[in-house]
């Protein structure tokens, strides 16, 4: 299976030893992965994912299946995939951890929040890219042991919002569209004053 949100996720993969792909699923990632890391170690909390990802992981014999949640009970890896998944369940999975790899998010909700975690917790976030799937967009944010200062604007509509994007474009003329028919209170408004801020920069 192939879509525009794997592949970008697959393309921000660094080559490194090794990886964890974090709520593994049916395994494409992990699989895809398996030719960018020394050992991949596939998680799930779930078995009956386990058991898709090692079919569609077939052959490779430097994936690792583990049922997990999170990466708890994973040893230490270069670089952690986090995808399909709320961005609070992302925040607090990393929270568990002592070391700060390499990642791959792709928050489904809450990327505010995520992203303010993450620079609340040594993070720099390096990528967080807008990808377009269909109908859907997907944001994917990549991030390295460091020390970085967001502001509000960053944190609501990506750190990286004033670099020109089509994604990012079509998906801000969208929610200004749907925020602009909502009653003024004072929450929707300033959504609205941070969509046109980064709508400015877009053109």
């Not at 709320?86 to 390499?102: F, M, N, T, V």
């Not at 720099?124 to 390295?144: H, N, P, Q, S």
Request: glycine share 6%; proline share 3%; aromatic share 8%.
């Amino acid at each position: 299976m192939s879509t525009d949100r794997i592949a970008a996720i697959i393309d921000f993969i660094p080559a490194c030893k090794t990886l964890a792909d974090v709520g593994c699923d049916h395994g494409f990632v992990a699989a895809a992965a398996a030719k960018k890391a020394d050992r991949v170690y596939a998680t799930d909390i779930s078995e009956e994912c386990l058991a898709k990802a090692r079919l569609n992981c077939m052959g490779l014999n430097n994936v690792v299946f583990v049922l997990s949640d999170g990466l708890d009970g994973v040893e230490r890896v270069d670089c952690a995939v986090i995808c399909g998944m709320g961005g609070k369940l992302i925040a607090e999975i990393l929270s568990r951890i002592d070391y700060k790899p390499y990642l791959v998010l792709g928050p489904q909700k809450n990327v505010d929040s995520l992203r303010a975690f993450l620079s609340k917790s040594g993070y720099e976030i390096v990528r967080d890219e807008v990808v377009k799937d269909g109908r859907k967009f997907y944001d994917i944010i990549c991030a390295r042991e460091g020390r970085q200062t967001l502001d509000e604007t960053q944190l609501k509509e990506g750190v990286f919002y004033k670099t020109p994007s089509p994604a990012r474009r079509e998906r801000l003329e969208r929610k200004l569209v749907f925020f602009s028919t909502l009653p003024p209170t004072e929450s929707n408004l300033q959504t609205i004053y941070h969509i046109k801020e980064a709508l400015k920069w877009q053109n």
